[in-house]
């Protein structure tokens, strides 16, 4: 699987929209861009995730480049329950699923 | 609530024994991921099934094993227990075959601490 880059932490004031940023620069074009987060120490959540168009759902919006060497994971309303380890990850899709391979995360403190 | 349930929650045991987790998965996936998390290494990808089979490996080691049933619940073996396999132990979930874009779905783990 390609490697993502990500800042190791950020801070993102309650009530605001919260902006992570990934780097996929090799990616494939069958790889898909999935991001999960984990929430100390439970199991990771899913959130989102895309191949090449917008995605949007009830908990995030992804925004993918064009040449899909990046994205950017939006939480718009952030509030502290939103605070956790976000990974960005690709995967490819084949002939089965593939397991997924996290990096370290960005670790995102939501301030009151 | 993902749907994947683990159990136990928290296991205590002592350096040289041998414990196995439990990991009944989502009603209808067929794939169960193992995963192990400690305090320096991360989510560690351990190994996958699909349907009573083997279907990737990670970086498990010899100590350990896995299998899973034909009601498709999985078992995590650890066996000649040492300190450093103190660590959160996470199972997963996936349909595959549905659809090639599922997310894995994960439960919420079971927290090992070898003494």
């Known amino acids: 699987d390609a490697k993502t880059t990500q800042p190791t932490s950020m801070d993102c004031a309650e009530g605001r929209a919260a902006n992570l940023p990934c780097n996929h620069s090799?990616?494939?074009?069958?790889?898909?861009v999935y991001w999960y987060r984990q929430i100390h120490s439970q199991g990771p959540q899913y959130i989102i995730h895309?191949?090449?168009n917008n995605e949007t759902n009830e908990m995030a919006s992804l925004i993918i480049t064009e040449d899909r060497k990046s994205s950017t994971l939006i939480l718009p309303h952030a509030t502290l329950r939103d605070t956790a380890v976000y990974y960005c990850i690709v995967r490819v899709l084949g002939s089965g699923n593939t397991p997924l391979v996290f990096g370290k995360g960005t670790r995102l403190s939501v301030i009151a | 609530d993902s749907g994947v349930t683990q159990t136990p929650k928290h296991l205590i045991t002592a350096t040289g024994q041998r414990v196995t987790l439990r990991c009944s998965p989502r009603s209808g996936d067929l794939s169960v991921y193992w995963y192990q998390q400690s305090l320096d290494q991360g989510l560690q990808f351990l190994i996958q099934y699909y349907n009573g089979e083997e279907r990737a490996k990670g970086n498990i080691l010899e100590r350990f094993s896995a299998q899973q049933f034909p009601d498709l619940h999985s078992e995590l073996n650890l066996s000649s227990l040492e300190l450093g396999d103190s660590a959160l132990y996470f199972c997963?979930?996936?349909?595959?075959?549905?659809?090639?874009?599922?997310?894995?779905?994960f439960g919420n783990g079971t927290r090992l601490t070898v003494t």
């Open positions: 895309g191949l090449k």
């Open positions: 997963a979930s996936s349909p595959q075959g549905v659809s090639h874009n599922s997310p894995l779905h």
């Open positions: 090799t990616i494939s074009g069958n790889e898909y």
